[in-house]
């Protein structure tokens, strides 16, 4: 049972332009959302969050949305650089402390 | 400020065998996650200890079994390992319900 889905695999994008990465969710508990990046050999590493009660959150390049009423959520990188080029996760939780619930992740390429 | 460091960084072990792996969490964080990440997926929680005590667990059998020490790190313990128990393991730590900040993981071969 996949709680949180990355329905895209792969992602390719021109650098400069807008890079938007989705995620669904099916648990209605859910009430937290995180991004992570992921390069090779290394851990995730955390970039945005957005809690159920706001539907955006931006910080510098990085934006993400969060619809509630289709269970949707998406981050918007732009402009997206070369350095992006990572898998990136969705993950959720429910209110209890991080134990955190992740998609299959989507690999972003940011072409020069 | 160290952040969190996870050792060995590869290992390969013989299926049959025991293995334990270690986790030192960001300083300051009092709660410490293991996650498993199998080849093309997601990581996916094995459990979690807070202040020395289990605080909840995924859906992994008894073999996989847990510590956390009075300094907050933590050890990760597989028993009777099997194949398909290959995966990258990453251990994250936090401070209450801040975000979790990941180790760079440790990648463990079952042959």
């Known amino acids: 049972d996949q709680q949180v889905k990355q329905n895209s695999p792969s992602l390719s994008v021109q650098e400069g332009r807008i890079s938007i990465l989705n995620c669904d969710y099916t648990?209605?508990?859910?009430?937290?959302f995180l991004w992570y990046k992921k390069y090779p050999a290394e851990g995730p590493t955390f970039l945005i969050s957005?809690?159920?009660?706001?539907d955006k959150n931006e910080d510098g390049r990085f934006t993400v949305f969060l619809n509630k009423s289709a269970k949707h959520l998406s981050l918007h990188i732009v402009p997206s650089q070369p350095g992006d080029s990572a898998v990136y996760f969705c993950?959720?939780?429910?209110?209890?402390?991080?134990?955190?619930?992740f998609g299959a992740g989507t690999i972003l390429r940011v072409k020069s | 400020e160290t952040g969190v460091t996870q050792s060995p960084t590869h290992l390969i072990k013989t299926r049959g065998q025991q293995v334990t792996l270690r986790c030192s969490s960001q300083?300051?964080?009092?709660?410490v996650s293991w996650y498993q990440q199998a080849l093309g997926q997601g990581p996916q929680f094995i459990f979690q200890?807070?202040?020395?005590?289990?605080?909840g667990r995924g859906n992994f059998p008894p073999r996989f079994s847990g510590l956390q020490f009075p300094n907050y790190s933590s050890e990760l313990n597989v028993n009777a390992l099997e194949l398909d128990d290959s995966a990258l393991y990453l251990c994250?730590?936090?401070?209450?319900?801040?975000?979790?900040?990941f180790g760079q993981g440790t990648r463990l071969t079952v042959v």
């Open positions: 993950a959720a939780s429910a209110g209890n402390g991080n134990k955190l619930v």
């Open positions: 957005i809690s159920s009660i706001k």
């Open positions: 994250a730590s936090s401070r209450g319900d801040s975000e979790a900040f």
């Open positions: 200890y807070y202040r020395e005590e289990e605080n």
């Open positions: 300083s300051g964080h009092n709660t």
């Open positions: 648990n209605s508990m859910f009430d937290y």
